[in-house]
């Protein structure tokens, strides 16, 4: 997957061009880059702006156009209007998903856009978005409209479709204490959405919220998946920002979104394997992985429901969530103590086929008793952690697969461990399905 992010140069890497490589890689798609402007900036003060000739920027998107194939882009920065008109003659007869982020201030209050360029902005930028993503002042400086009870965010936004934008989000478009939502005007249809909204003045989170939109476009989703996916990515963005400089802080979309991303796709490639209902036992399956130095099962991330058998087909009921799984996310903690770098585990039905499979394909198994536990551990409702511990606490090396058979009343187990969901499914396709 390929997406190509046309924008400017942020040396403070916070926005522009470096903020989307940063996410893209993240995400796991390959960034290209076509440079409009050149800034100079930080996160306390912006410098200027040097624009590139609009023969840089054609040979720029010629070379990519000439050489990649393209799965969507992102516009950001266009800064004038030789640029745009660049950016319009390359674009406009492309049929792939096009987010048009419409960059007019920065935090910190650089221009991003010269005023004698807005005419050519709507003209020829515009109606390349399949969706076009402003905040709310975005909005009103693109239409001259005041959002207000006389103009609704709907009727500002079917003014920018009018422009020819094909789906529009006005972002923070009211805010409440604890609350920010959106608007969304599509062909057909409109809504809002609302999320919890955090206080932080931050460089870098609608850079953010536009590369997150593209991405999930790319990757075939709708309009409404990809605004709620940008949604919750941006808001991790801000939740983890940080400060580098000595200015503003700036969104981090690394931590957060790249644990929840990886399980999320392991979780639906699980689901896929053949058979792998099979290996759903009574009390069904959770799927965890956990922040680097788990403390509680509140730093791992698992399914606040289960992976369910419904018949010969295996579905999710439930979403990811820090604290969603207490039984295998316990069982990871017990081991991610001793070996730091186990941080996701699934559990699967016990059987003796699975088991041999497990043993000749020369996995590390360890085993527990649940017999031989304490009464007084039994008692406490520590069993995992002590079963846990009671498996792995004479060996050296890391288990792949810890089992019991369980006990009066008990189901017994499996529990695949690695050191990401992605090295877990790998153990799980030699040995389920
Ligand atoms: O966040 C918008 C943005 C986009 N592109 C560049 C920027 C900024 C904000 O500072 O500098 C290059």
Not at 206 to 235: D, E, M, P, R
Not at 365 to 386: C, F, M
Request: aromatic residues 6%; contains cysteine; positive net charge.
């Amino acid at each position: 997957m390929n997406i190509l992010s046309i924008g400017g140069s942020d040396p403070s890497s916070g926005a522009g061009i470096q903020s989307d490589i940063r996410v893209f890689t993240t995400l796991g798609v390959y960034t290209l880059t076509a440079v409009t402007a050149i800034t100079s900036q930080n996160t306390s003060k912006f410098g200027v702006v040097e624009p590139v000739s609009s023969s840089m920027l054609k040979k720029q998107l010629e070379s990519i156009f000439s050489d990649f194939k393209i799965d969507g882009i992102k516009i950001g920065m266009v800064y004038n209007s030789m640029i745009i008109k660049v950016i319009y003659q390359q674009l406009k007869k492309l049929k792939i998903p096009i987010v048009v982020d419409p960059v007019i201030k920065s935090t910190t209050g650089g221009n991003l856009i010269e005023k004698s360029a807005k005419k050519d902005f709507q003209k020829y930028i515009i109606p390349l978005a399949t969706i076009i993503t402003p905040n709310r002042s975005e909005a009103e400086w693109i239409t001259k409209m005041k959002i207000s009870t006389k103009n609704t965010p709907e009727a500002v936004a079917k003014e920018i479709q009018k422009m020819g934008a094909k789906n529009v989000i006005i972002t923070g478009i009211e805010e409440k204490v604890n609350l920010v939502s959106d608007f969304v005007l599509e062909k057909n249809s409109k809504y809002t959405i609302s999320g919890k909204k955090i206080s932080n003045i931050n460089h870098g989170s609608g850079c953010n919220h536009s590369a997150a939109v593209i991405y999930s476009l790319v990757n075939n989703k709708s309009i409404k998946q990809s605004l709620f996916f940008a949604k919750k990515f941006t808001f991790n963005s801000i939740k983890n920002a940080k400060k580098i400089g000595k200015g503003i802080v700036i969104t981090d979309i690394q931590s957060e979104n790249r644990v929840e991303d990886k399980l999320s796709s392991s979780i639906t490639e699980f689901t896929k394997i053949r058979g792998i209902y099979k290996n759903i036992p009574e009390c069904q399956t959770n799927f965890v992985f956990s922040k680097q130095n788990p403390k509680s099962t509140k730093d791992v991330l698992g399914i606040s429901g289960r992976i369910v058998k419904a018949g010969k087909k295996v579905i999710v009921a439930g979403e990811l969530k820090y604290g969603g799984s207490k039984h295998v996310a316990t069982a990871l903690l017990a081991v991610n103590k001793k070996y730091p770098q186990i941080c996701s585990a699934i559990n699967l039905k016990y059987q003796n086929t699975t088991l041999t499979k497990i043993k000749k394909c020369k996995l590390k198994v360890s085993s527990y008793d649940r017999n031989k536990e304490p009464r007084k551990i039994k008692n406490q409702g520590s069993t995992i952690k002590w079963g846990i511990n009671s498996a792995i606490r004479d060996s050296k090396i890391i288990p792949d697969v810890v089992f019991h058979k369980g006990d009066y009343g008990k189901e017994p187990m499996i529990i695949v461990f690695g050191k990401t969901p992605e090295n877990v499914l790998e153990k799980i396709s030699k040995i389920a399905g």
